[in-house]
Protein backbone atom coordinates (compact mmCIF):
# COMPACT_ATOMS: atom_id res chain seq x y z
CA UNK A 1 0.00 0.00 0.00
CA UNK A 2 1.37 3.76 -1.08
CA UNK A 3 1.32 5.88 1.93
CA UNK A 4 0.94 9.79 1.74
CA UNK A 5 -0.16 12.51 3.95
CA UNK A 6 -0.11 15.60 6.04
CA UNK A 7 2.72 16.90 8.35
CA UNK A 8 1.65 20.04 10.41
CA UNK A 9 0.00 21.22 14.09
CA UNK A 10 -3.46 20.98 15.70
CA UNK A 11 -4.12 19.85 12.56
CA UNK A 12 -7.62 17.33 12.82
CA UNK A 13 -9.93 19.85 11.16
CA UNK A 14 -7.89 19.34 8.07
CA UNK A 15 -9.12 19.79 4.54
CA UNK A 16 -6.13 17.45 2.61
CA UNK A 17 -7.37 13.79 4.41
CA UNK A 18 -11.23 13.89 3.14
CA UNK A 19 -9.84 15.09 -0.05
CA UNK A 20 -7.82 12.18 -1.16
CA UNK A 21 -10.07 9.87 0.73
CA UNK A 22 -12.50 11.20 -1.79
CA UNK A 23 -9.94 11.58 -5.10
CA UNK A 24 -8.99 7.82 -3.94
CA UNK A 25 -12.40 6.63 -4.24
CA UNK A 26 -13.96 8.49 -7.40
CA UNK A 27 -11.08 7.45 -9.67
CA UNK A 28 -10.67 3.91 -8.14
CA UNK A 29 -7.41 4.21 -6.62
CA UNK A 30 -6.79 1.15 -4.51
CA UNK A 31 -3.11 1.16 -4.09
CA UNK A 32 -2.95 4.39 -1.95
CA UNK A 33 -4.03 5.60 2.21
CA UNK A 34 -3.35 9.43 2.99
CA UNK A 35 -2.74 9.85 6.59
CA UNK A 36 -2.60 13.02 8.82
CA UNK A 37 0.32 13.01 10.88
CA UNK A 38 -0.32 15.57 13.54
CA UNK A 39 3.34 16.94 15.04
CA UNK A 40 3.95 18.79 18.34
CA UNK A 41 7.61 19.52 16.89
CA UNK A 42 9.09 19.37 13.96
CA UNK A 43 12.01 16.57 14.43
CA UNK A 44 9.11 14.35 15.02
CA UNK A 45 9.15 14.54 10.85
CA UNK A 46 11.79 11.31 11.50
CA UNK A 47 9.25 8.87 12.47
CA UNK A 48 6.93 9.67 9.83
CA UNK A 49 9.87 8.99 7.22
CA UNK A 50 9.87 5.91 8.43
CA UNK A 51 6.65 4.78 7.49
CA UNK A 52 6.45 1.49 5.22
CA UNK A 53 5.32 2.32 1.82
CA UNK A 54 5.79 6.13 2.20
CA UNK A 55 5.28 7.93 -1.73
CA UNK A 56 5.51 11.68 0.22
CA UNK A 57 3.57 14.04 1.89
CA UNK A 58 2.22 17.35 2.43
CA UNK A 59 3.40 20.27 4.53
CA UNK A 60 1.02 22.94 6.68
CA UNK A 61 1.20 25.47 9.10
CA UNK A 62 3.99 25.39 10.90
CA UNK A 63 6.32 23.13 9.33
CA UNK A 64 6.79 24.78 5.43
CA UNK A 65 10.11 26.30 6.77
CA UNK A 66 11.89 24.18 9.41
CA UNK A 67 10.67 20.42 7.35
CA UNK A 68 13.82 22.08 5.14
CA UNK A 69 16.56 20.70 7.20
CA UNK A 70 15.39 17.35 7.33
CA UNK A 71 15.19 17.31 3.54
CA UNK A 72 18.04 16.20 0.92
CA UNK A 73 17.21 18.58 -2.25
CA UNK A 74 14.80 21.47 -2.63
CA UNK A 75 13.36 21.96 -6.54
CA UNK A 76 13.81 24.99 -7.78
CA UNK A 77 10.88 26.67 -6.61
CA UNK A 78 10.94 25.43 -3.33
CA UNK A 79 14.53 26.74 -3.15
CA UNK A 80 13.80 30.32 -4.37
CA UNK A 81 10.58 30.59 -2.14
CA UNK A 82 12.58 29.14 1.00
CA UNK A 83 9.02 27.12 2.07
CA UNK A 84 7.84 23.52 1.09
CA UNK A 85 4.65 22.29 1.22
CA UNK A 86 4.92 19.09 -0.38
CA UNK A 87 7.63 16.13 -0.13
CA UNK A 88 8.37 13.26 -2.68
CA UNK A 89 10.38 10.25 -1.32
CA UNK A 90 12.31 9.13 -4.52
CA UNK A 91 15.26 6.71 -4.52
CA UNK A 92 15.85 7.17 -0.58
CA UNK A 93 16.08 10.76 -1.19
CA UNK A 94 13.39 13.15 0.46
CA UNK A 95 13.03 15.86 -2.08
CA UNK A 96 10.87 19.30 -1.33
CA UNK A 97 8.38 21.40 -3.71
CA UNK A 98 6.27 24.41 -2.88
CA UNK A 99 2.89 23.47 -4.95
CA UNK A 100 1.39 26.67 -3.26
CA UNK A 101 2.74 28.51 -5.77
CA UNK A 102 1.15 26.84 -8.27
CA UNK A 103 -2.13 27.09 -6.99
CA UNK A 104 -1.78 30.63 -5.95
CA UNK A 105 -0.74 31.59 -9.54
CA UNK A 106 -3.56 29.69 -11.28
CA UNK A 107 -6.39 30.80 -9.14
CA UNK A 108 -5.04 34.44 -8.75
CA UNK A 109 -4.10 35.10 -12.77
CA UNK A 110 -7.92 34.84 -13.87
CA UNK A 111 -8.74 37.52 -11.67
CA UNK A 112 -6.25 40.18 -12.74
CA UNK A 113 -7.53 43.37 -14.72
CA UNK A 114 -5.59 45.69 -15.90
CA UNK A 115 -5.52 48.53 -13.14
CA UNK A 116 -4.18 45.75 -10.82
CA UNK A 117 -0.43 47.04 -10.51
CA UNK A 118 0.23 47.08 -6.63
CA UNK A 119 -0.65 44.33 -3.84
CA UNK A 120 -0.71 44.45 -0.40
CA UNK A 121 0.51 40.74 1.18
CA UNK A 122 -0.90 40.45 5.26
CA UNK A 123 1.60 37.91 6.55
CA UNK A 124 4.82 36.99 6.10
CA UNK A 125 4.65 32.79 6.73
CA UNK A 126 5.19 30.38 4.57
CA UNK A 127 2.70 30.64 2.67
CA UNK A 128 3.48 34.21 2.17
CA UNK A 129 7.16 33.34 0.50
CA UNK A 130 4.74 31.51 -2.16
CA UNK A 131 2.60 34.54 -3.05
CA UNK A 132 5.69 36.82 -3.18
CA UNK A 133 7.20 34.70 -5.57
CA UNK A 134 3.81 34.41 -7.70
CA UNK A 135 3.80 38.40 -7.67
CA UNK A 136 7.26 39.03 -8.45
CA UNK A 137 7.07 36.28 -11.85
CA UNK A 138 3.89 38.54 -12.46
CA UNK A 139 5.48 42.13 -11.93
CA UNK A 140 2.96 43.12 -9.24
CA UNK A 141 4.90 45.27 -6.63
CA UNK A 142 4.08 44.82 -3.42
CA UNK A 143 4.40 45.53 0.45
CA UNK A 144 4.51 43.25 3.02
CA UNK A 145 2.12 44.11 6.00
CA UNK A 146 3.05 43.04 9.50
CA UNK A 147 1.78 43.91 12.96
CA UNK A 148 5.43 44.60 14.23
CA UNK A 149 7.73 47.07 12.73
CA UNK A 150 9.98 44.97 10.73
CA UNK A 151 12.70 45.94 7.43
CA UNK A 152 10.90 47.74 5.30
CA UNK A 153 7.39 46.34 6.08
CA UNK A 154 4.25 48.62 6.86
CA UNK A 155 2.29 47.88 9.79
CA UNK A 156 -1.28 47.89 9.96
CA UNK A 157 -1.53 51.94 11.50
CA UNK A 158 -0.08 52.87 8.09
CA UNK A 159 -2.66 51.81 5.85
CA UNK A 160 -4.23 55.08 5.25
CA UNK A 161 -6.23 56.01 2.32
CA UNK A 162 -3.11 56.87 0.08
CA UNK A 163 -1.97 53.32 0.75
CA UNK A 164 -5.54 51.54 0.18
CA UNK A 165 -5.69 53.44 -2.91
CA UNK A 166 -2.53 52.68 -4.83
CA UNK A 167 -2.83 48.90 -3.92
CA UNK A 168 -5.41 47.52 -5.63
CA UNK A 169 -4.38 43.70 -4.68
CA UNK A 170 -4.62 42.63 -0.74
CA UNK A 171 -4.17 39.10 -0.31
CA UNK A 172 -4.36 37.47 3.14
CA UNK A 173 -2.06 35.27 4.09
CA UNK A 174 -2.51 35.44 7.85
CA UNK A 175 -4.28 32.86 10.12
CA UNK A 176 -6.93 35.96 11.07
CA UNK A 177 -10.79 34.91 10.68
CA UNK A 178 -10.24 31.16 10.00
CA UNK A 179 -12.43 28.61 11.46
CA UNK A 180 -13.70 28.64 14.46
CA UNK A 181 -12.41 32.57 14.67
CA UNK A 182 -14.73 33.62 12.27
CA UNK A 183 -15.73 36.96 13.86
CA UNK A 184 -11.67 38.18 13.74
CA UNK A 185 -10.53 39.77 10.24
CA UNK A 186 -7.16 41.55 9.71
CA UNK A 187 -7.50 45.65 10.78
CA UNK A 188 -7.99 47.27 7.89
CA UNK A 189 -9.72 50.39 6.83
CA UNK A 190 -12.91 48.64 5.37
CA UNK A 191 -14.21 51.87 4.39
CA UNK A 192 -11.67 52.72 1.99
CA UNK A 193 -11.86 49.69 -0.40
CA UNK A 194 -13.97 49.66 -3.43
CA UNK A 195 -15.25 47.98 -6.63
CA UNK A 196 -11.67 48.38 -8.07
CA UNK A 197 -9.97 46.59 -5.33
CA UNK A 198 -9.30 42.27 -5.23
CA UNK A 199 -9.14 41.26 -2.17
CA UNK A 200 -7.67 37.16 -1.86
CA UNK A 201 -7.81 35.31 1.20
CA UNK A 202 -6.17 32.17 1.56
CA UNK A 203 -8.28 30.52 4.45
CA UNK A 204 -10.74 28.55 2.84
CA UNK A 205 -12.81 27.46 5.80
CA UNK A 206 -14.95 29.47 6.38
CA UNK A 207 -15.45 30.14 2.92
CA UNK A 208 -16.51 33.75 3.13
CA UNK A 209 -14.18 35.40 6.14
CA UNK A 210 -14.51 38.24 7.51
CA UNK A 211 -12.17 40.12 5.56
CA UNK A 212 -13.98 38.64 2.35
CA UNK A 213 -17.30 39.49 3.72
CA UNK A 214 -15.97 43.42 4.22
CA UNK A 215 -14.39 43.70 1.10
CA UNK A 216 -17.77 42.02 -0.75
CA UNK A 217 -19.58 44.74 1.02
CA UNK A 218 -17.55 47.76 -0.34
CA UNK A 219 -18.13 46.20 -3.99
CA UNK A 220 -14.71 44.62 -4.56
CA UNK A 221 -13.99 41.56 -6.42
CA UNK A 222 -13.21 38.29 -3.48
CA UNK A 223 -11.91 34.83 -3.50
CA UNK A 224 -10.79 32.29 -1.34
CA UNK A 225 -8.21 29.59 -0.66
CA UNK A 226 -10.16 26.42 -2.18
CA UNK A 227 -9.20 26.71 -5.75
CA UNK A 228 -5.79 27.39 -4.30
CA UNK A 229 -6.17 24.39 -2.24
CA UNK A 230 -7.36 21.79 -5.28
CA UNK A 231 -4.71 22.94 -7.27
CA UNK A 232 -1.73 22.63 -4.83
CA UNK A 233 -3.18 19.07 -3.97
CA UNK A 234 -3.44 17.79 -7.08
CA UNK A 235 0.18 19.02 -8.57
CA UNK A 236 1.67 17.38 -5.37
CA UNK A 237 -0.44 14.26 -6.67
CA UNK A 238 1.34 15.05 -9.97
CA UNK A 239 4.56 14.99 -8.18
CA UNK A 240 4.47 12.04 -6.31
CA UNK A 241 3.30 9.77 -9.14
CA UNK A 242 5.81 12.01 -11.73
CA UNK A 243 3.80 13.40 -13.90
CA UNK A 244 4.91 16.56 -14.09
Not at 22 to 45: G, R, S
Not at 163 to 188: A, K, R
Request: charged residues 25%; glycine residues 6%.
Amino acid sequence: MRQFGLIGRNISYSFSKSYFAEKFKNENIVDAVYNVFDLKQIDEVEKVFETEGLIGFNVTIPYKQEIIPFLDELSPEAKSIGAVNTVLIKDGKRIGHNTDCYGFHHSLEPLLESHHKKALVLGNGGAAKAVYYILDLLQIKYKIVSRAKLDNYLTYEELDEEVINNHQIIINCSPVGTFPNVENSPSLPYQLINEKHLLYDLIYNPPLTKFLENGKNQGAKIKNGHEMLILQAEKAWDIWNKLD
